[in-house]
């Protein structure tokens, strides 16, 4: 789901006051004082009938707030388990990943020097023909490998009654592919092989009856769509995201590769269900990349999946091309709910954003966002946290538009509470993002650059540069309107003069501009740091507006430990 980039109280649908009204400790008390009332009224009158059914009634109701009080413990014991069976099972899909590193410059390792050439000597090669008639003809080595080995392991390739010594491994074949001077492989470099050289005779409808075609196919897009699975994981976690950004700015160009090569009309119709499934999981690990950077690439993919007759009327793949889902038919209840709910956010976020990039929010459409959005809200299953978190910081946008700003940190408060045992770290990093505009716009200017400085360090470890670009310009133009306060985000040197503290803010604003181009009013406010700094007289070069960062903002631990 996707987050936008208040005044009346109002209580968010489903508020965790119900976890204080059923604390154990407190529903066992009132269950004792119900049966130690229910004996003193017994004792006082004696057999009164009247008195009886009073105390039956207090001891039915004890029995009934403790085993109330029973069930909900064990909901959410149960719940806590299942919690930590998923976290478990995500730390050791991850566990194995190891940092891809940043590129290193001048490396002479290139892509294909043009498409391969045909050759009629090599008409009777099978494997040259099934490699010809992949999605890509450029492959790592374990990627290579694995197509190699599920073509020798094609039921016609490799008979049964074959003894293990006549056997050809993958390393053997990619060899033999290698070697003379019309060799099919060429190796470009490290572990980067391209098809060069390919039989003449060897038509995509003639290479798809083989069933070699039909075993490579598989094992190349299942090769990436594990580690992209496991990649788009670990993105969400605090410890590895890092490194799955890395990943996935290598990696994203090539994955794309596949999807579109998969997806041409002649190619997409002879794309098994197995293989389909596959790009399925490549494509749901490129909507998690794409969330991220906000890259337009995601409704592209949608549609483009949609050619493959598999996922035509896939609900996900519908709702990334922007179409509603189809009837629940016999969808189980849980799932047909949740693709209610992020149909009606989507709706809702497109609403807005229409609006917004208009420059005109319209009274209408900030009630029907909000309906949508709390529908949306209720629909979400409860496991759904990063989901909910989406609603929630969006609804508290819509409210802060309407000047609801009560109702928005209700919802944000909220927010914050569903991320507090460590789940959707990027969710709780823009709640505090957005929190701070609202302490911003409530006056408590403080406690707004608090928030920013605790969202800028979590998008930092979260090698986010969008959301750290967005909260390099809060802080930014906070300091150009109000450089009174830059000793709670400067070293008491670099904030003893409004001259130094608006420099530096200069420096952010030019930052913000580089890591997240999109954010809106940082040229604004880049140029009152330039005209606010030649308030002060004639500015030196050496004293005027930073084109880079000289000095980060203090984090908040960092301020805390001042």
């Given at each position: 789901m996707t987050r936008l980039d208040s005044s009346q109280p109002e209580r968010t649908p489903r508020s965790p006051i119900l976890e204080g009204l059923l604390g154990t400790a407190e529903v066992i008390a009132w269950a004792l004082v119900l049966e130690l009332g229910r004996n003193v009224v017994i004792s006082s009158f004696g057999e009164n009938a009247t008195v009886k059914a009073i105390g039956g009634a207090l001891r039915g109701l004890a029995i009934m707030l403790v085993l109330i009080a029973g069930s909900y413990v064990a909901y959410r014991r149960t719940a806590g388990l299942r919690e930590q069976r998923r976290a478990d099972r995500e730390l050791a899909m991850v566990a194995g990943l190891a940092d891809p590193g940043d590129p290193v410059a001048g490396g002479r390792v290139g892509g294909c020097p043009g498409p391969p050439r045909e050759l009629a000597h090599s008409d009777d090669d099978k494997t040259a023909a099934v490699l010809r008639h992949l999605p890509v003809g450029e492959f790592e080595t374990a990627a290579l490998l694995a197509v190699l080995t599920a073509i020798l392991e094609a039921p016609d390739r490799l008979p049964r009654n074959d003894p293990p010594s006549t056997q050809r491994t993958a390393h053997m074949l990619l060899a033999e592919l290698c070697v003379g001077p019309d060799s099919i492989l060429e190796h470009l470099g490290s572990d980067r092989y391209c098809v060069r050289r390919v039989p003449r005779d060897s038509g995509l409808e003639t290479v798809v009856a083989d069933e070699k075609w039909w075993a490579a196919m598989p094992a190349l897009v299942g090769h990436y769509a594990d580690h992209a699975t496991r990649w788009a994981i670990a993105l969400e976690l605090t410890p590895t995201a890092g490194a799955a950004r890395r990943w996935f700015e290598a990696k994203e160009p090539y994955l794309r590769e596949i999807l579109v090569g998969c997806t041409k009309y002649t190619f997409a119709q002879h794309i098994s269900f197995a293989t389909a499934c596959e790009l399925v999981r490549i494509s749901d690990a490129l909507d998690v990349w794409y969330t991220r950077t906000e890259s337009v690439g995601r409704l592209e993919m949608a549609r483009r999946l949609r050619f493959i007759e598999a996922l035509k009327e896939l609900p996900l793949i519908r709702l990334r091309g922007n179409l509603p889902p189809t009837g629940p038919g016999n969808r189980p209840l849980v799932l047909s709910s949740s693709l209610s709910a992020r149909w009606k956010h989507q709706v809702a976020v497109r609403r807005l954003s229409t609006a917004q990039a208009n420059q005109v929010v319209s009274t209408s459409a900030l009630p029907e966002a909000e309906r949508e959005l709390k529908a949306a809200w209720w629909l979400l299953p409860r496991a759904d946290v990063a989901g909910q978190v989406c609603a929630l910081i969006n609804l508290a946008i819509v409210h802060t538009h309407q000047g609801r700003l009560a109702a928005a940190q209700d919802r944000l408060e909220l927010a914050e509470s569903l991320t507090e045992s460590g789940r959707d770290p990027g969710g709780r990093a823009h709640t505090h993002e957005i929190l701070?505009?609202?302490?911003?716009?409530?006056?408590?200017?403080?406690?707004?650059?608090?928030?920013?400085?605790?969202?800028?360090?979590?998008?930092?470890?979260?090698?986010?540069?969008?959301?750290?670009?967005?909260?390099?310009?809060?802080?930014?133009?906070?300091?150009?309107?109000?450089?009174?306060?830059?000793?709670?985000?400067?070293?008491?040197?670099?904030?003893?003069?409004?001259?130094?503290?608006?420099?530096?803010?200069?420096?952010?604003?030019?930052?913000?501009?580089?890591?997240?181009?999109?954010?809106?009013l940082v040229g604004y406010y880049a140029d009152k740091a330039s005209a606010e700094l030649r308030t002060f007289g004639p500015v030196p070069e050496s004293r005027g507006a930073l084109s880079a960062i000289d000095h980060w903002p203090l984090l908040d631990s960092e301020q805390r430990n001042r």
């Open positions: 701070g505009a609202l302490c911003w716009a409530r006056g408590e200017n403080v406690i707004a650059l608090r928030y920013w400085q605790r969202a800028l360090g979590s998008y930092l470890t979260l090698a986010d540069d969008r959301g750290t670009g967005r909260c390099l310009q809060h802080l930014g133009s906070a300091m150009v309107v109000a450089p009174d306060y830059g000793s709670h985000l400067l070293p008491p040197r670099l904030s003893s003069t409004h001259h130094t503290v608006v420099r530096q803010a200069s420096g952010w604003l030019a930052e913000a501009r580089r890591l997240n181009p999109s954010v809106g």
